[in-house]
C-alpha cells in the first residue's frame, strides 16, 4: 500500500500532498517538514529509498523518492510494494505529467528529455496533476502502470471537461466579456478556463 | 494604471480561480497568511452563491488552501453540494476536495451515501470512476456497508475502467466492512482471469494485500496464481503474485519447491532488475521456509547470494541498498554463504551513502561469530572515531553494543576486552547512549563473575577520571556511565584495590554537579565502600586509618545532605548519621566492620526483565476485583516513576538485614540454595558463585596484568582495547597449533569434509574463551510461564479480515453462503435517516435520560462481553463449518453449551422467519418469496424489522438517529439473538409474563413495511412509500427488485399512469408518459433498490396507480422482453412523518381546540401493549410523546404539516384509539389503515 505521495520543491514548499491515511493538517504539515528534512540533505548520488520517518508508518514504511530539478516526489508505501516497482512509476508519474501538459505526441516516442517536469505546472496545476495521479494510483494502490492507458483515459476526461466549457464556464465568460468592452487592450495573461491545458505554447508563466 | 486597477478589482470580485489565488500568494510572500485570509474570506462569500460554478472554484481553491495546511472542513456542506452537481467538471472537484479533506470524522460524510450511489450507477463510466476514486479515499464503515452491493455489481461492469476501479475499492470496502469479503470474494477471484490486463492486475493488488495479511486463508489460490506466473508478461503483476508466493511459502514448504524452478527461471531470464529482485527475494523465502530437511538447494542459494553479490556491486546505490536488504534475510538462515562476503560488506561500510551503511551494518550483526568479533568491533570502533554526524555514530554505538551482546554475550570469548570496548565507548563526546553503555556495564559486572574483579578496576578509573568524561556534566548524557561506575564499585568493592582512594574519588565536591539519580548511587556506594574499608582496616588493626575515612565521610557527606535531589538528601543524611555513630563507636575502640558490612550483605542475582510479567497468578486471586471501593476516576495512577535501569530496582528491594546476625544469614543462604535446587528455571552458577564476603579474592579473581597504565598519550588508566585483538589472536595461534596436531589423524579419515573445513582459517568450534566465564541467567519466577506475549495490535483492521474463504472456493466441502451473509442491499429507511432537518430535535427529547440509561446498560454489557464473545464467535464460525450442511435450528442446540452464559442477558427479540411471516403486512399469498427477503437477518434491508422493536423499549419513542447506531450493535449480537430464539423456545417464554414489570424485555416480532409490489418468474418487487420532509407534494417510493431467474435481467424501465393527483417525477425534456430507467442492471440471484419520487396534491385520500416494469431478460443464448405489470398504493400513512414532540408541545395543540377528533375501537388485540405502539410507530410512522401503563399518547405529522395525535388505551384485549387531527379526512383514513394493520394479525 502507499500511504502518501508527497511532493514538494527544493525548499520544502508542498506542492501537491495526498494521503491515503487520514491525517489532521497540521499533522500533514509536520510529516511534510519531516520528510523534506529527511530528503533534502541526502546527496543526489545516493540510494533514492529512506527508512520511514518517525511521523509515517514506522519500521514497516519506507520513502521511496526521486529528485528532479527543483522538485520531490515522495512516496511512503509499506514492504508489500517492490521498491524498484514505485522508483519506476514515479518515473512514469512525472512523464505523464509533461505529456498531458504539454506534448500532443505518441508516448512511444519519449525519452529521457521528458524526465524533468516543469514546477510551475504542478503549482498552478495542482487539481489537474491529481487527476492524472488518480488514474495511477487509488486508494493507496497502484491503479495503472501502462501510460498509454493513463494518458488516454486522462484525455478523454479533459476532452469531457472541455465539452462542458470547463470550470470557469458561463459566468465566468460573461464578467470576461463586460471586462473586454471596458478594457481598450485585453490584458496578456486572462485566464480562461483551459487555455493552459491545451495550448502549451501560450503558457504565460 | 488605473485601468489595471480597476481589472483587478473587477478580477477579485467575479472571479478568482486556482491559478489566480496561487500567483497572488505568490506575489503576496510577506505577508502571506494575511492575504489567504483574505481570500478565505471571499471564498466564504462565494460559497454562498447559488451558482455551483462559482462554488465549484471556490472549492477549488480550498482544496489549495489545504495542501498549504488550512483547516478547510468546515466547507464540508459545500464539498457536497459541489459533489452532487450533474457537470463531470464541478463533480470532480468536489470529489477531489473531499478524498483531500473528508475521513471518519466528518459528519457531513453520511449525506453523501445517495449521491455516490447514485454516481456508481450514472451512465457515464467517468462520473462512476470518479465517484469510486473519491471513495477510496474516505470511505467508512457506514459506506462501505451501504455501497459494498452496488461496488460489487459494477465489478462487472462492461467498461474495464470502471471494472479495474471496483475491484480495487474492494480492499477498501473489505476493510471498513469486513462482513462484504465472503460474499464478493468469487467474483473477485473470478476477476483474476478477466480479459483486460488492468483489472486483472488489481485483482492480483487486493488479493495480494488481503493476503499479506492472513496468509493462511489465501493457499488454496496458489495454484491460480502459479498458473497466472507462469503466463503473466506483466511485470507488476508478476512482481506482485512473486510477493504473495513470498508470504505464501512459510505455510505451505511444498509450495516452495514447486516455485523453487520456475523462479530461478525467471531470474535468469528477465531484465527488469525489479522482477529480479522480488525473485530472489522470494527464493530466499522458499529457502528459509525449506532450511531444514532439504539439503540440495545450496545451488539455488548460491545463484541468490551470486546475483545479491552482483547488485551490491553495482554502482547504482538503489540496487546496492536492496542486494544489502536482501541479503540480510538470507543472512538469517544461511549465515555461512553470506559471511563469505564480508569483505564486500565492510567495504559498504565506507559507502558515502548512510542508508547503505546503516543496511551494512545491519548485516554484519547477523554476520559475526566467535573468530571474527573482534575484528569486526574493531572496524567499527574505527568508524566511530571517523564518523561526523552524531545520529550515524550513535547508531554504530548501538550496533557495536547489539553485535557484542546478542544471543546473551553468546560471542564474546573475551569480557575483559568488551569491558575494554565499554570503556573506550565512554570517551565519546555528546552521545545520547551513555545509559546504553552504563546497562551493559552492570549487566556484564553483574552476571559475568569472573570479570567483576577486572570489571571493578576499570570503573575504580572511571570514577577517578569521571572530570574527563563529564566536560559539561548536566547535558551530557554520557556521565550516565558513572551511575554505573559508582554502582560496580560499591556492590564489588572487595574487589578493589585502593577502595580509600576510589572512596575518596566519590565524594569529591565536583559530584555535586552530576544529575540527582547518578548523585543518589554515589551516596549509597560510598557508604558501602565505607563498609569495606573499615573491614580491610579493622582486619589490620589499623584504627587509626579507619577513623581517617571516617572524618572524610564527616566533612565531605554534608555538601549532598544539602542537595536539591530528595533521594540525595535523604540517603546523605542517613548515611551522615550512621557515620557519625560509627565514629563515636570507633573512638570507643569497637569493632564496627563486622555490622556495617552486614548493611550491605547478600548477593545479588540478575532478575530478567520480563519475570515479573510472568509471575502466574495464584490460584482465586483475582487482579482486577477491587480490594475497597473504586477511587473516582479522575486520580491517576499509572505515573510510576520510570526506573532508569531495570537494575535499579532490584537494588531498591534487596533485603537489609541488619540485625541479622552470621548464623540467621547462613540459615537463610542454606535456604535459598534449596529453594534454586528445587527451581527448574534457576540455572545454578558454579559452586563458588555463592561465595561471601569474606572470601572475595576467590580462585577465578583475574589480576589485572595486560594494562600498562603508564602508556603514553593515552588518558591515564584507559584500557585500549586492541591489545586484546593481539592477545587474543596470540593466543588462538598458539590453540590452533596445539589442536592441529590433535586432528591431523582425524582428518585424514575424512577427506571431503576436511578441505571445506580448511578453507576458513578455523572453525567455530575451535576457539575457547580467554577465561572460563560463567555468564549467569537471569532469574525467573517459579512457574513463569513460558509464553512470549507477543500481543498483537487489537486495532488492527486486518484482523477482522481473517475469514476462511477456502469452503467458498472448493467444490465438494464447501459452505455456501449463509443468507446473513448476503451484502445489504440499500433500504428505504436511510434518505429519511439522514435528513439534516431531523436531527436537530431528537436529541432533545425529554426521555433522554432513560434512554441514555439504557443505552449504557447495554454497551456496558458488550464491553463485558465482547472478549468472550469473540472468541466464542470463532469457534461458532468454525462449528458452522462443520456443520454446515444443517440448517439453522438444527444447529442450534449444538451450540448451546458454549453460549450458556449468555442466558443471563437481556432478551432480545428473536428473529424467526415464522414470525416476520406473520408480521408482515404483505397481502401477498406468496411465503416464498418473502421468507427468501425475510431470512437474511443481516442485511440492511431487516434492519428496520429488528432495530425497531428494541428503540421502542429503549426510548419509547422512535428515534431515527439512535437506528443508526443501533445496527452496528445488531449485528454484532445477532448471533446472541438466534440463541435466544431457542432459549424463549425451550423455556416457553412465559418468563415475561411471570414477572410483569419486565414487560419492557420481552422480545417483540419483527417487522418490515415493505409490500409485495408485484413478481413473477423472473423479478420480484417489493415497496415502500416514505414521506420527503423537505418537500410537502414529494414521496418517495423505494422499490427493491429481486432477480428471481437464472438470467441477466437489463434495460428496465419503471412507468406508471400518472393520475391527478400524483405524478411520477421524470427527468427534465422527458415526456409525461415516459418510463423511467432503472439504474442497475441485476445479475442472477441479486436484488438492489431503486427510488422514485412522486409529487402528489391533495393527501388526505389513499390512492393507488398502475404501472409497468419492462425488462430483457437476457440468458446465455436468447434475450427476450418481458413485461410487469403492477399497482402501486399510496396509504395515508405513507403521507406521515414520523416526528417527535414534546409532551408539553403536545398538551397545547391538544388545548388549542384547532383539532376535529375521531375514535377507533379494536376488538380482541392479543398483544402486549408495548408491542402494539411498536406496530403503530413503525407501521404508520408515529412517535410516543408519553406513556403511563397501558396508555400513551401518540404524535406524527403528513408531509404538508398536519398533526395527527393518538390516544391510544387498552384494557381487556380491547384498545381504544381517541384521535385528532386538523384533517378530518386524512385522520379516518389513518385510522382505517391502523384498522386494517391490526386486523392482519
Redesign the interface.
Known amino acids: ?1 502507499i500511504k502518501a505521495i508527497l511532493i514538494f520543491n527544493n525548499h520544502g514548499k ?1 506542492r ?3 494521503f ?1 491515511q ?1 491525517f ?3 499533522m ?2 509536520q510529516i511534510i517538514r519531516e520528510t523534506f528534512h529527511l530528503v533534502s540533505k ?2 543526489d ?7 520511514g520517518g518517525s511521523l509515517i508508518g514506522g519500521s514497516d514504511y519506507k520513502l521511496i523518492y526521486r529528485h528532479y530539478a527543483t522538485l520531490y516526489f515522495v512516496f511512503c508505501v509499506d514492504s ?1 510494494e ?4 514505485i ?2 512509476l514515479i518515473q512514469v508519474s512525472v512523464i505523464i505529467v509533461n505529456v498531458c501538459f504539454h506534448v500532443q505526441v505518441f508516448v512511444e516516442t519519449l525519452d529521457k528529455c521528458f524526465e524533468n517536469v516543469c514546477e510551475l505546472d504542478l ?5 489537474k496533476v ?2 492524472i495521479l ?1 488514474e495511477v494510483v ?9 501510460m498509454n ?1 493513463i494518458v488516454a ?1 486522462v484525455e ?2 479533459n476532452r ?2 472541455k465539452s ?9 465568460r460573461a ?1 470576461s466579456a ?2 473586454n468592452m ?3 487592450e485585453i ?1 496578456r495573461n486572462i ?1 480562461i478556463g483551459d487555455i ?1 491545458i491545451k495550448v502549451p505554447s501560450l503558457s504565460p508563466f | 494604471m488605473a ?1 489595471k486597477i ?2 483587478g478589482s ?2 477579485r470580485m ?2 478568482k ?4 489565488l ?2 497572488g500568494i ?1 506575489n503576496h510572500k510577506e505577508d502571506e497568511a494575511k492575504y489567504i485570509s483574505t481570500c478565505i474570506d471571499e471564498i466564504k462569500q462565494e460559497l454562498k452563491q447559488d ?1 455551483i ?2 462554488k ?2 471556490a472549492v ?1 481553491k480550498l ?2 488552501l ?6 478547510v472542513s468546515w466547507a464540508a456542506f459545500n464539498i457536497v453540494e459541489v459533489m452532487s452537481s450533474s ?4 463533480k ?2 468536489g470529489y ?1 476536495a473531499a478524498s ?1 479533506c473528508f ?2 470524522g466528518t459528519d457531513v460524510i453520511m449525506l453523501t451515501t445517495n449521491q455516490i450511489r447514485k454516481d456508481l450507477s450514472s451512465p457515464n463510466q ?1 462520473d462512476t470512476g470518479v465517484a ?2 473519491g471513495l ?2 474516505f ?1 467508512t464503515p457506514d459506506l462501505a456497508r451501504d455501497l459494498a452491493n452496488d461496488i460489487m455489481t459494477l465489478m462487472s461492469h462492461t467498461k474495464p ?1 470502471i471494472r ?2 471496483a475491484v ?2 474492494m ?2 470496502v473489505f476493510l471498513k466492512y469486513p462482513e462484504s469479503l465472503r460474499p464478493a470474494f468469487p467474483r473477485l477471484k473470478e476477476k483474476l482471469e478477466d480479459p483486460d ?2 483489472v486483472q ?2 485483482a492480483v ?2 488479493i ?2 488481503l493476503a ?1 495479511r492472513n496468509p493462511k486463508n489465501y493457499l488454496s489460490l496458489a495454484p491460480l496464481f502459479f498458473k497466472l506466473m507462469t503466463s503473466s508478461t ?3 503483476v508478476l ?2 503474485i512473486i ?1 504473495l508466493f513470498g508470504a505464501l511459502t512459510p505455510l505451505e514448504p511444498r509450495l516452495g519447491k514447486k516455485l523453487i524452478e520456475p523462479l530461478t527461471n525467471l531470474i535468469h531470464s528477465t531484465s527488469a ?2 522482477l529480479l ?2 525473485c530472489v527475494n522470494t527464493v530466499i523465502a522458499v529457502l528459509i521456509s525449506l532450511s531444514s530437511g532439504m539439503p540440495n538447494h545450496s545451488a539455488s542459494i548460491q545463484l541468490c547470494v551470486q546475483k545479491l553479490r552482483i547488485l551490491i556491486e553495482d554502482s547504482d ?2 540496487l ?3 542486494g544489502l536488504l536482501a541479503m540480510s534475510k538470507i543472512l538469517k538462515t544461511h549465515p555461512k554463504s553470506v559471511q563469505s562476503h564480508k569483505d564486500l560488506i565492510l567495504q559498504c561500510l565506507d559507502d ?5 551503511r ?1 543496511r551494512a551494518l545491519d548485516l554484519l550483526y547477523g554476520m559475526v561469530s566467535k573468530k571474527n568479533l573482534m575484528e569486526i568491533v574493531k572496524k567499527l570502533m574505527l568508524h566511530v572515531d571517523k564518523a561526523e554526524g552524531t545520529t550515524y555514530r550513535d547508531e554504530l554505538l548501538t550496533k557495536i553494543i547489539d553485535i557484542c551482546s546478542q544471543s546473551n554475550y553468546q560471542y564474546i570469548t573475551n569480557f575483559e576486552w568488551y569491558i575494554s570496548i565499554l570503556v573506550e565507548l565512554t570517551r565519546l563526546e555528546g552521545t545520547r547512549h551513555g545509559h546504553l553503555i552504563a546497562s551493559q556495564m552492570l549487566d556484564v559486572a553483574i552476571r559475568v563473575k569472573a570479570i567483576r574483579a577486572f570489571a571493578v578496576a576499570q570503573m575504580a578509573m572511571l570514577l577517578d577520571n569521571a572530570h574527563l568524561l563529564t566536560g559539561n556534566m548536566q547535558r551530557n548524557g554520557i556521565c550516565e556511565v558513572l551511575y554505573a561506575a559508582a554502582w560496580i564499585c560499591g556492590e564489588f568493592s572487595e574487589h578493589l584495590e585502593d577502595p580509600n582512594q576510589t572512596l575518596e574519588a566519590m565524594l569529591r565536591p565536583k559530584v555535586a554537579t552530576l544529575p540527582g539519580h547518578i548523585q543518589a548511587v554515589y551516596v549509597q556506594n560510598a557508604a558501602k565502600l565505607f563498609a569495606t574499608v573499615l573491614r580491610k582496616h579493622e582486619g589490620a588493626t589499623d584504627s587509626q586509618a579507619a577513623q581517617e575515612t571516617s572524618q572524610l565521610l564527616v566533612e565531605r557527606l554534608p555538601l549532598f545532605v544539602q542537595s536539591a535531589n530528595l533521594e540525595v538528601q535523604e540517603r546523605a543524611s542517613c548515611i551522615l548519621q550512621l557515620v557519625k555513630y560509627i565514629q563515636k563507636l570507633q573512638q570507643k575502640d569497637v569493632e564496627v566492620a563486622e555490622e556495617v558490612s552486614a548493611l550491605f550483605a547478600g548477593e545479588l542475582n540478575p532478575v530478567a526483565p520480563k519475570a515479573q510479567k510472568k509471575v502466574p497468578v495464584p490460584e482465586g486471586l483475582d487482579l482486577d476485583a477491587w480490594i475497597n471501593e473504586p477511587p473516582s476516576e479522575s486520580e491517576s495512577e499509572d505515573e510510576k516513576p520510570k526506573a532508569v535501569f531495570a537494575k535499579e530496582e532490584t537494588k531498591h528491594s534487596r533485603p537489609r538485614h541488619t540485625e541479622v546476625d552470621e548464623k540467621e544469614l547462613a540459615r537463610r543462604r542454606e535456604a535459598r540454595k534449596q529453594e534454586q535446587a528445587n527451581n527448574p528455571f534457576y540455572i545454578k552458577s558454579s559452586p563458588s558463585s555463592q561465595k561471601v564476603y569474606q572470601d572475595a579474592p576467590g580462585v577465578e579473581h583475574i589480576p589485572v596484568v595486560q594494562i600498562d597504565l603508564s602508556v603514553p598519550l593515552k588518558v591515564p588508566g584507559m584500557p585500549m582495547s586492541d591489545q586484546y585483538l593481539k592477545l587474543e589472536e596470540e593466543r588462538r595461534q598458539k590453540e590452533k597449533a596445539e589442536k592441529k596436531k590433535k586432528e591431523k589423524k582425524k582428518k585424514r579419515e575424512k577427506h571431503g569434509k576436511g578441505k571445506k573445513h580448511d578453507s576458513g582459517p578455523e572453525s567455530e568450534e575451535d576457539i575457547t574463551p580467554a577465561h572460563h566465564v560463567d555468564i549467569v541467567t537471569e532469574e525467573m519466577p517459579e512457574n513463569a510461564l513460558p509464553s512470549d506475549d507477543d500481543d498483537k495490535d487489537p486495532n488492527d483492521p486486518h484482523k477482522a479480515l481473517d475469514i476462511d474463504l477456502d469452503n467458498l472456493l472448493s467444490g465438494t466441502n464447501c459452505r455456501p453462503l449463509a443468507d446473513t451473509e448476503k451484502l445489504p442491499v440499500r433500504t428505504h429507511r436511510s434518505e429519511p435517516l439522514k435528513s439534516p432537518g431531523e436531527d436537530g430535535d431528537v436529541e432533545s427529547v425529554p426521555q433522554e435520560p432513560k434512554k441514555r440509561s439504557s443505552k449504557e446498560k447495554k454497551e456496558k454489557k458488550k464491553d463485558k462481553d465482547k472478549d468472550r464473545k469473540k472468541s466464542k464467535e470463532e469457534k461458532k464460525k468454525k462449528k458452522k463449518h462443520k456443520h454446515d450442511a444443517e440448517d439453522e435450528p438444527a444447529e442450534l442446540p449444538a451450540e448451546e453449551p458454549v453460549k450458556s452464559e449468555e442466558t443471563n442477558e437481556v432478551a432480545t427479540p428473536p428473529t424467526s422467519t415464522s414470525a416476520e411471516e406473520v408480521a408482515a403486512p404483505a397481502p401477498a399469498p406468496a411465503p416464498a418469496p418473502e421468507t427468501s427477503l425475510a431470512a437474511a437477518p443481516d442485511s440492511e434491508a431487516d434492519e428496520p424489522k429488528d432495530a425497531e422493536p428494541e428503540e421502542v423499549k429503549c426510548s419509547k419513542h422512535k428515534k431515527k438517529k439512535q437506528k443508526k447506531e443501533k445496527e452496528k450493535e445488531e449485528k454484532k449480537e445477532k448471533k446472541k439473538k438466534r440463541h435466544h430464539h431457542h432459549h424463549h423456545h425451550s423455556d416457553g417464554g412465559e418468563d415475561s409474563v411471570q414477572n410483569g414489570t419486565m414487560e419492557e424485555e420481552e422480545p417483540l416480532p419483527p417487522m418490515s413495511n415493505y409490500c409485495l409490489l408485484a413478481e413473477n418468474s423472473y423479478i420480484k418487487m417489493v415497496y415502500d412509500i416514505q414521506g420527503n420532509l423537505q418537500d410537502g407534494s414529494q414521496v418517495v417510493v423505494s422499490v427493491i427488485f429481486e432477480n428471481k431467474s437464472d438470467s441477466f435481467l437489463k434495460s428496465m424501465e419503471f412507468n406508471v399512469l400518472d393520475s391527478l393527483n400524483s405524478k411520477l417525477q421524470r427527468p427534465e425534456g422527458a415526456g409525461p408518459h415516459d418510463g423511467l430507467v432503472v439504474p442497475f442492471q441485476l445479475p442472477p440471484g441479486v436484488s438492489n433498490e431503486a427510488r422514485f419520487i412522486f409529487s402528489v396534491q391533495s393527501i388526505v385520500m389513499p390512492q393507488k396507480l398502475k404501472g409497468t416494469l419492462t425488462f430483457i431478460v437476457k440468458s446465455e443464448d436468447s434475450s427476450t422482453h418481458e413485461k410487469l405489470d403492477f399497482k402501486l398504493h399510496f396509504t395515508c400513512t405513507s403521507y406521515l412523518i414520523t416526528t417527535p414532540c414534546y409532551s408539553d408541545a403536545y398538551a397545547k395543540l391538544l388545548e388549542s381546540g384547532d383539532l376535529k377528533s375521531s375514535s377507533l375501537r379494536l376488538e380482541g388485540v392479543n398483544m402486549p401493549f408495548h408491542h402494539l405502539l411498536a406496530r403503530i410507530c413503525f407501521h404508520h410512522h408515529f412517535s410516543v410523546v408519553e406513556r403511563i401503563d397501558s396508555c400513551a399518547s401518540m404524535y406524527s405529522r403528513s408531509i404538508q404539516g398536519h398533526h395527527v395525535c393518538l390516544l391510544v388505551k387498552t384494557a381487556d384485549q380491547t384498545v381504544s384509539i381517541d384521535a385528532k387531527c386538523d384533517e378530518p379526512s386524512l385522520l379516518g383514513n389513518v385510522l382505517d389503515e391502523i384498522k386494517q394493520t391490526f386486523s392482519q394479525c
Request: aromatic share 10%; hydrophobic share 35%; with cysteine.
Open positions: 500500500m508542498p501537491l500532498i495526498r491515503y487520514y489532521a493538517e497540521d500533514q504539515q541526502r546527496d548520488n545516493v540510494c533514492n529509498f529512506l527508512e508489500s517492490s521498491e524498484l516497482g522508483l519506476d503549482i498552478f496545476h495542482m487539481d491529481h487527476y488518480q487509488m486508494g493507496g494502490m497502484v491503479l495503472e502502470t501502462n492507458e483515459q478523454l476526461q469531457m471537461e462542458e466549457g470547463g470550470l470557469s464556464a458561463a459566468p465566468a464578467v463586460v471586462k471596458n478594457l481598450p490584458p485566464n493552459n | 485601468l480597476v481589472k473587477i478580477d467575479f472571479d480561480n486556482l491559478q489566480d496561487v500567483r505568490r451558482n460554478a462559482v465549484a472554484n477549488c482544496t489549495y489545504q495542501m498549504l495546511g488550512y483547516d457537470k463531470f467538471t464541478y470532480r472537484i477531489l483531500q475521513h471518519e467517468y469510486l476514486t477510496s479515499c470511505v475502467y479495474k476501479k480495487l475499492i480492499y477498501k490486463p488492468g492486475s488489481a493488488n487486493v495480494c494485500e499479506r506483466n511485470n507488476w512482481i506482485k510477493k532488475m525489479s529482485y522480488e546505490q538503489n546496492k541498498y536492496l558515502k551513502d548512510e542508508s547503505i546503516l
